[in-house]
């Protein structure tokens, strides 16, 4: 289970009432967010609060930027935008996720700048911007229509050449939508489930929670209830949660783990979910658990604790194990129906040649990281970081450290 923690830098944000505005702070709640187990940053200049006022994209940039650029480099970072143009800067900085509340119905062009970084998507369902978007409050089957208006988001995407794979699918809760349609949204999850892809869940802190625990509610308690509605939407099938209170959420989920170690979706349904994180071909057939294993990848970089290790650099070797479905590849004989190694390969390769960092551990905690937001249909990944050349007075073959992560259950940090 992914844990989205929320960075948001704007003086009016409805949910932290502008706390983090000054970048400085930003940076270090980020890290706070790290410590307390988000596994993905999600970083946004601009409030969507209901009847909120847009600001221009100049000031939009302004705000997030250098807290991207600070956070990139340690972190999996999503930019929270609908504009492309801050979208693409972002990415440029060093952002592998772009969510986008809108769906690109805001800004289209967004589509073909995740396709032509080749960064993920997470499109939300949205019917209008915030100023009047509870006069776009009305459906007949909420579950089933946000599903159709999302999958139509999801051709918009591939036909600017997004690929399927790099989608997150989002219901888009508070969003056009009042307090019990918003319930009902997630009541209906299943109907966002069935297009196939991973789905986000963001309710942190969310209006439409006041309706189970009475008038205006203190933040605390609207921060207790978010945590209980995320072990629901990981029971639901939920690929992830984008939350603002990190700590309060790893317990809820750490405590479904103990209660349900082999499969999240078991508890609420008596039987295994099928897995939203699988691409929808695969789906029905059989999944067939395989590995990927690439191994013995030598690349120069400049990590370690000495100066002269970060002046003259050394050799780094990586080894890395996907675990994921292989029948939808070995169905269709297709690369685009499985992990692209040699795509992983580069990514890897550019953070063990990227920013340097004392600790191997430190380098293979943030490939793996990278490694499971590279691909949502990478179940686990275990990565291995040796230094053949590691500066030790005695005689040795190797050193060597290993990070494990896995997509699903408490394991996820
Ligand atoms: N909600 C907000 C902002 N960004 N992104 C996604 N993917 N899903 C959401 O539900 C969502 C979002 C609402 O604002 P906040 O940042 O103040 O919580």
């Known amino acids: ?15 932290d009432g502008g706390e983090f505005f000054d970048q400085g702070r930003a940076i270090a709640h980020g890290r706070e967010l790290l410590a307390a187990g988000a596994t993905i940053l999600d970083i946004g200049g601009e409030s969507t609060r209901p009847g909120s006022m847009p600001i ?12 991207i650029e600070a956070l990139a480099g340690e972190a999996v970072v999503s930019v929270d935008t609908y504009r492309a143009v801050v979208a693409e800067r972002a990415v440029a900085a060093g952002a592998r996720i772009v969510n986008d509340v809108s769906g690109g119905l805001e800004d289209p062009r967004i589509f073909e700048v995740a396709a032509a970084a080749g960064v993920q998507i997470a499109i939300g369902h949205w019917r209008g911007p915030s100023s009047d978007m509870y006069r776009m409050a009305r459906y007949e089957r909420v579950g089933a ?45 299943d109907e966002v489930r069935a297009l196939g892809l991973p789905v986000l869940v963001g309710v942190s802190r969310k209006r439409f929670l006041a309706t189970a625990l009475g008038e205006d509610p203190s ?18 099938g939920a690929y992830g949660v984008r939350v603002h209170d990190v700590a309060a959420t790893t317990d809820a989920l ?7 170690p082999a499969g999240i979706g078991a508890v609420a349904s008596g039987e295994e979910a099928p897995d939203a994180d699988a691409p929808a071909e695969g789906r029905g057939g059989a999944a067939v658990p395989g590995t990927i294993e690439l191994n013995g990848l030598a690349v120069f970089g400049r990590h370690g604790v000495f100066d002269f290790e970060r002046e003259n650099g050394q050799e780094f070797v990586v080894d890395v194990s996907l675990r994921l479905d292989t029948a939808p590849a070995a169905a269709s004989d ?23 960092v004392n600790l191997i551990e430190t380098l293979a905690a943030r ?44 394991g996820a940090r």
């Open 1 to 15: 289970m992914e844990v989205w923690g929320v960075v948001n830098v704007t003086p009016d944000s409805f949910s």
């Open 56 to 67: 221009g994209a100049e000031e939009e940039l302004r705000r997030v930027l250098p807290v």
């Open 145 to 189: 229509e946000i599903a159709a208006e999302l999958s139509e988001r999801v051709a918009q995407a591939i036909a600017a050449g997004v690929r399927r794979d790099q989608v997150i699918l989002d219901p888009g809760i508070g969003f056009a939508k009042t307090p019990e349609q918003s319930w009902a949204a997630l009541r209906e999850l």
């Open 219 to 236: 933040r605390d308690r609207r921060d207790f209830a978010s945590a209980v509605v995320s072990v629901l939407a990981a029971q639901a």
């Open 254 to 260: 750490a405590v479904l783990g103990e209660w349900a």
């Open 334 to 356: 297709d690369v685009a129906d499985t992990v692209h190694y040699g795509e992983l390969a580069d990514a890897v390769a550019a953070i063990v040649g990227g920013e340097p």
């Open 367 to 410: 490939i793996a990281d990278a490694v499971l937001a590279f691909d949502a249909r990478i179940d686990a990944a275990v990565v291995a970081v040796h230094k053949p050349h590691a500066p030790i007075e005695q005689s040795f073959r190797d050193v060597a450290v290993t990070a494990t992560r896995e997509r699903r259950g408490t």
